[in-house]
Structure formats: structure tokens, C-alpha cells
């Protein structure tokens, strides 16, 4: 029912800024809050941050609180996940996620139902 795509990801410098998108198709877009995930090589997929259906509430892992901003443009069907001073440790691969368990919690992987197909972040020192 509902298709995602990333984009934005790249090579960047440390301490640079970028911005990912991740477009949704269909219509029931707004009817999920949305997560964004991250998988660093020979790692675990790790919760990164979260919002709400409207886009009132947002969470973020503490690992990248202060310098991550999620926000979402519904209109546009789209979530954004602005990213500021990027480290090396945020190389990653980033997904993005529709969350359709309604009492799973944010953090969990298995409250999403629906995945992107990721969009790669690579930041050199």
C-alpha cells in the first residue's frame, strides 16, 4: 500500500550538513508516523528518529540528538531527516519507515511495516 524511496544521501565532508528526503507514494501516507533507520557496515539497523502522523511529536536516539531534525511535508508526501555535523560515525546506510504497529514503540524495527530501500551516507574525515 505504500511505497518509499530515499534519496539525498552521499559523500560529505565532516562537519557538513545534508538533508535526506524520502518520497512516499499512495495515498494513506499521512495516516502513519514515520521512522528513520540507519545500518552501519557490520552492524545492526539502529533507530535514528521518528514522528508523528501530523508531524506534532518527534524522537530522536540519543546518539544523534542536537544535531538530526526529522520533519515531514504531507502535502508532498514526503520525510525529511536534516543532519548537521556529520561525523564518520554517521556513515551509514539510511532507511526510511512507515510505522503500522500502533502500540509498538518508535525504537522497535518491528513497529514498520514498510521500508525504503535506503540511500547511502558516507562522510569522510
Known amino acids: 500500500q505504500v511505497q518509499l524511496v530515499e534519496s539525498g544521501g552521499g559523500l560529505v565532508q565532516a562537519g557538513g550538513s545534508l538533508r535526506l528526503s524520502c518520497a512516499a507514494s499512495?495515498?494513506?501516507?499521512?495516516?502513519?508516523?514515520m521512522g528513520w533507520f540507519r545500518q552501519a557496515p557490520g552492524k545492526e539497523r539502529e533507530f535514528a528518529a521518528g514522528?508523528?502522523?501530523?508531524?506534532?511529536?518527534?524522537f530522536y536516539a540519543d546518539s544523534v540528538k542536537d544535531r538530526f531534525t526529522i520533519s515531514r511535508d504531507n502535502a508532498q508526501n514526503t520525510v525529511y531527516l536534516q543532519i548537521s555535523s556529520l561525523t564518520p560515525e554517521d556513515t551509514a546506510v539510511y532507511y526510511c519507515?512507515?510505522?503500522?504497529?500502533?502500540?509498538?514503540?518508535?525504537?522497535?524495527?518491528?513497529?514498520?511495516?514498510?521500508w525504503g530501500q535506503g540511500t547511502q551516507v558516507t562522510v569522510s574525515s
Open positions: 519507515a512507515s510505522k503500522t504497529v500502533f502500540y509498538g514503540t518508535y525504537v522497535d524495527v518491528s513497529s514498520y511495516g514498510y
Open positions: 499512495g495515498r494513506t501516507f499521512s495516516n502513519y508516523p
Open positions: 514522528i508523528s502522523s501530523n508531524g506534532g511529536s518527534r
